[in-house]
């Protein structure tokens, strides 16, 4: 099916050998042809991305109906973790599409050919990949796009229609809710001692269902009540994030910092209130502080013009309000947005304050490791461009099995069951995801 490399190109099993030697720490698991062959081309609009998905294993990136969902393997790259993991990523991705064969004559962002990825959170996590769709459909600014990696033709007719999970049984993760009470309040210990500013901690939930569960359906719900969000499905990670870690497009990068959170009111007059509390709570500014300065330290040598607001705004979504920091910044000379995703993660939304001491205190207390969860999940295409988010509000699926997690930044003045609280509002995203 896939063409053979020019004569002129030195063979495969060469590049491979240079290639290890580059990111010589990094032992990466490759499946990829010896050339991709990529043609996009123009289609009329094709309406709802999600439903384009015609099997479970779907990939997709997609808010406010606009993104781009992928299925088929042209190539993937699994990652065994180390803080080099995006370099190497980044790496494979240049000498795969710098030695392609693509016909684009879209050319906007995610046109072409496109990675879809998602890394671990912790750099010991063994769990990033990277994969290379056979099949793109893509939508952004009123122009629609099909790429295709290969020879198939009219992949669009094969739609498989999604089930919904039946019989869901939950059950606790690796921490009850009452010990992972006790795990915040240690941490709260932690910090009054002076050890650190901030740290987010937490937990997981298991929900197991009689049948497989298909990504297409949770994704359909996601988007539907979740519009803002970014919902994204990549090697069965899925969720609807609201935190923008990154986008870059041409020289352009903006980024949604997000920290400080209050659950939605139950009457309006209930909800204004909450939000007026929300940005006035000294607790959760602090909070958010932390996490704006750090975005704003990451992308100042990196960029010629950098924005961050003096102070934060309201971001509302169905369940929560959050303190948001819009940045927007114009990188000083070219970088892939994988290259800027390794200077910001992990940023103080997710991880904490010092970076290492909250690090080190999350593996003590979480006492689970968080795969992915919180880890930079998005897309690269091959200019470079493309969009990162946090992977919150998500769960990993595995065959009949969700793993959902939630967290919550923790400082000096935070209350444990306040946290609890604030974690099982963010559970609820996937327990509506799998339920309806
Ligand atoms: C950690 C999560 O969310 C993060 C923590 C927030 C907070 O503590 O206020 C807000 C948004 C996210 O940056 C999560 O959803 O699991």
Redesign the pocket.
Known sequence: MWRKPHHDRPPRQFERVQFSRRVARVKLAVTAPDRLIVRTERVADPGDLISRLPHPTALAWVRHGEGIVGWGEAARLTLPGGEDRFAAADQWLRDLFGSADIHDPVQVPGSGPVAFGSFGFDPKSPDSVLIVPRWIVGRRDGAAWLTTIGEDADPLALVHPPQPPARLAWSDGTLSAPAWEQAVAAAVDRIRDGRLGKV?L?RDLHAEAAEPIDARTLLRRLADRFPACYTFSCAGLVGA???LLIRRAGEHLDSL?????TARGTTPADDAERATRLRASAK?RE??AY?AEMVRDALTPLCAELTVPDQPELLTLANVM??ASPVHGRLRRERSVLDVVAALHPTP??AGTPTDTALDLIRELELMDRGR??GPVGWVDARGDGEWG?A??CAELDGTRARL?????IVADSDPAAELA??QT?FRVMQYALEG
């Open positions: 987010v937490a994030t609201p935190e910092v997000l920290a400080g959170t959760d909070e958010h996490a959050h303190l939304a997710v969860y919180a946090i919150l509000r997690f939630a967290g919550c930044g604030e974690a963010k």
